[in-house]
T-cell receptor
Framework: AQSVTQPDIHITVSEGASLELRCNYS??????LFWYVQSPGQGLQLLLKYFSGDTLVQGIKGFEAEFKRSQSSFNLRKPSVHWSDAAEYFCAVAGAGAGSYQLTFGKGTKLSVIP | SQTIHQWPATLVQPVGSPLSLECTVE??????LYWYRQAAGRGLQLLFY??????ISSEVPQNLSASRPQDRQFILSSKKLLLSDSGFYLC????????????FGPGTRLTVL
C-alpha cells in the first residue's frame, strides 16, 4: 500500500523568502504525485502534478516540485513566498484501484508567512 | 469547464440524527466520484468512491453510506450520527483515464453535538 510522509507539521517563513516543503512517498511502481493547497475552511486546490517525463514540474502560483526517484521525494518549492501563500499544503500519491485512481494524502504542512 | 458543488456548506446536527450531504458535478460525464473526511491533524481519509451509477466502494467501515443515483450526483448519508462523525467532508471528481487527477469541492463542515 502506498503512503506519504510530510515531515514538517508547521513551517514559518518571512515574506519574500524561499520555501521548500518536503514530501516522501512509498509506492511500489512509478507514482503519480500531486501537491494540493487548502486555505482555511476551503476545499483543496491542485497546485501541480507529476505523471512522467521531466522530473521538475511547474504549477500554479509560481510553485514547482521536483521528483527524485532515488530519494522517493517530491518536494515543493517557491523562490519567493507571498503573504497569500499562507495555507496548508498536502502531498498525495495515486494508486490504481478498481477502475479509478485513489489518492493517499500526507497529513499536511501548515505554512505561516511573516509580513 | 467543470464545476463541483457541495451543500450544505455547514451543518450542526445532534447525535443520533440522520445525515444527507450532496455533491454534484457539472461539465463532465461519467466522472469518478469520491468522498473524503478531514479531521483536525489527520489529513484526508477516503471514505467512498464510485466509478459509475449505483457502483459504490467503501474504504472505511463506519456508520456512513454513499449513493450515486445519477451520473453526476453523489450523496453521503447516515441513519444515526455519532460524535466521531464531526469533520470536514470533501467531495472530489476525477477522470477515467490512466492519469486520473482529482478536483475537490468546497467542502461541508459537519459538527455533531
Amino acid at each position: 500500500a502506498q503512503s506519504v510522509t510530510q515531515p514538517d507539521i508547521h513551517i514559518t517563513v518571512s515574506e519574500g523568502a524561499s520555501l521548500e516543503l518536503r514530501c516522501n512517498y512509498s509506492y511500489g511502481a512509478t507514482p503519480y504525485l500531486f501537491w494540493y493547497v487548502q486555505s482555511p475552511g476551503q476545499g483543496l486546490q491542485l497546485l501541480l502534478k507529476y505523471f512522467s517525463g521531466d522530473t521538475l514540474v511547474q504549477g500554479i502560483k509560481g510553485f514547482e516540485a521536483e521528483f527524485k526517484r532515488s530519494q522517493s521525494s517530491f518536494n515543493l518549492r517557491k523562490p519567493s513566498v507571498h503573504w497569500s501563500d499562507a495555507a496548508e499544503y498536502f502531498c498525495a500519491v495515486a494508486g490504481a484501484g478498481a477502475g479509478s485512481y485513489q489518492l493517499t494524502f500526507g497529513k499536511g504542512t501548515k505554512l505561516s508567512v511573516i509580513p | 469547464s467543470q464545476t463541483i458543488h457541495q451543500w450544505p456548506a455547514t451543518l450542526v446536527q445532534p447525535v443520533g440524527s440522520p445525515l444527507s450531504l450532496e455533491c454534484t458535478v457539472e461539465g463532465t460525464s461519467n466522472p469518478n466520484l469520491y468522498w473524503y473526511r478531514q479531521a483536525a491533524g489527520r489529513g484526508l481519509q477516503l471514505l467512498f468512491y464510485s466509478v459509475g451509477i449505483g457502483q459504490i466502494s467503501s474504504e472505511v467501515p463506519q456508520n456512513l453510506s454513499a449513493s450515486r443515483p445519477q451520473d453526476r450526483q453523489f450523496i453521503l448519508s447516515s441513519k444515526k450520527l455519532l460524535l466521531s462523525d464531526s469533520g470536514f467532508y470533501l467531495c472530489a471528481w476525477g477522470g477515467t483515464g490512466d492519469t486520473d487527477t482529482q478536483y475537490f469541492g468546497p467542502g461541508t463542515r459537519l459538527t455533531v453535538l
